[in-house]
């Protein structure tokens, strides 16, 4: 028997899930769609050949159609949508931010942690990207010594129009946090940001520099740029204590033309993680299917939130802000 997944939320990020699934994924199929604007939910059904289009969020979650839901509605809807996913005792993929708030997050931890079973999964996709996935490994198996520092840079091309400098930090750079914290197997004591400029073409938001140290002193530069112009850019590179590690251009060919030797840059998220949003849907449904969880849990998803939102402490006292350690539960411990 597949798995029947409910989506809720058909703006760009649930059309991509949708074409995910469309294009297949085993074991799984997108059986029913939700949007606060049904035509838009119906619009999307009808390139998606046989699916039910449900007038609310809750119908959706409560439907003996649906065994577990895809969450890729506004930010604001995200912990209430799971909190019901979590009373259901469905299984849940919830696109990034778990919740808009930290205490949002931490109640959906302590639902999750109620419920007695992992249910939760937050889509920081990069988790699954071939790249991250190496840099991991080398850090697991010390093949380059400790890690000493990581470099991260952060490039949309031009950002949508609702990211403020604080959303710069908090919706682009929060991926930073997570996969920075991801690839060094542990948390953040501290945080300091800079803010450079605004670039004269978008004067109303600033690049941000986000400064992490971690637990055990290893220090993470972030470069969050919104309005780069010339395409969407992620660059990583560790650096160890007997070489460095880094990703290497996604592009699988190099171009040649009028007078420039290289690589085409990605336009945005969307194609640049393409294999990543895939291999994150495959595990998912791996994991609904009895599988072990995967990805990252609510709480990872809490433990970025509490990082921006240190970061944005930081940002706005113009200092650095300590983080007090927090022990992981053991519930989350896989
Ligand atoms: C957007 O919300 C995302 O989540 C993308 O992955 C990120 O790269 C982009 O900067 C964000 O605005």
């Not at 809807?77 to 799971?82: E, F, T, Y």
Request: charge should be negative; glycine fraction near 8%; proline fraction near 5%.
């Amino acid at each position: 028997m597949d798995v029947r997944i409910g989506l809720i939320g058909c703006g760009v990020m649930g059309a991509d899930h949708a074409a995910i699934l469309r294009a297949g994924v085993a074991g799984a199929r997108l059986a029913a769609v939700q949007d606060a604007d049904g035509k838009r939910a119906r619009a999307l059904a009808e390139t998606l050949g046989t699916v039910a289009v449900m007038d609310e969020a809750a119908a959706l979650i409560a439907s003996p159609e649906v065994d577990a839901v895809l969450i890729a509605a506004p930010d604001p809807a995200h912990a209430p949508l799971v909190l019901a996913c979590i009373a259901a005792g469905k299984p849940v993929l919830c696109e990034k931010p778990l919740a808009d708030t930290v205490e949002g997050c931490r109640g959906v931890v302590a639902a999750e942690m109620k419920s007695g079973g992992r249910l939760v999964q937050v889509g920081f996709m990069r988790r699954f990207d071939a790249g991250y996935h190496a840099m991991r490994q080398a850090v697991e198996r010390e093949s380059l010594g400790a890690p000493l520092m990581l470099h991260c840079v952060h490039r949309n091309k031009v950002a949508p129009d609702y990211i403020t400098s604080a959303q710069v930090i908090a919706n682009s750079g929060v991926h930073e946090m997570d996969i920075a914290r991801y690839l060094l197997a542990e948390d953040f004591a501290a945080v300091t940001v800079i803010s450079a400029r605004p670039s004269r073409l978008m004067p109303n938001r600033q690049p941000q520099m986000i400064l992490l140290e971690s637990a055990r002193g290893v220090v993470v530069s972030v470069e969050v740029t919104p309005d780069a112009q010339y395409g969407y850019d992620v660059r990583g590179e560790l650096v160890c204590e007997s070489g460095t590690i880094s990703l290497a251009p996604a592009p699988p060919v190099a171009l040649r033309q009028a007078g420039l030797d290289g690589f085409a840059v990605e336009e945005d998220w969307r194609t640049r993680f393409g294999e990543a949003y895939r291999a994150q849907m495959v595990a998912w449904v791996h994991a609904v299917r009895g599988g072990q969880p995967a990805g990252a849990s609510a709480w990872d998803g809490y433990m970025a939130s509490r990082t921006a939102a240190a970061a944005l402490e930081a940002w706005q006292a113009g200092g650095r802000v300590v983080m007090a350690p927090e022990s992981r539960p053991d519930f989350y411990a896989v």
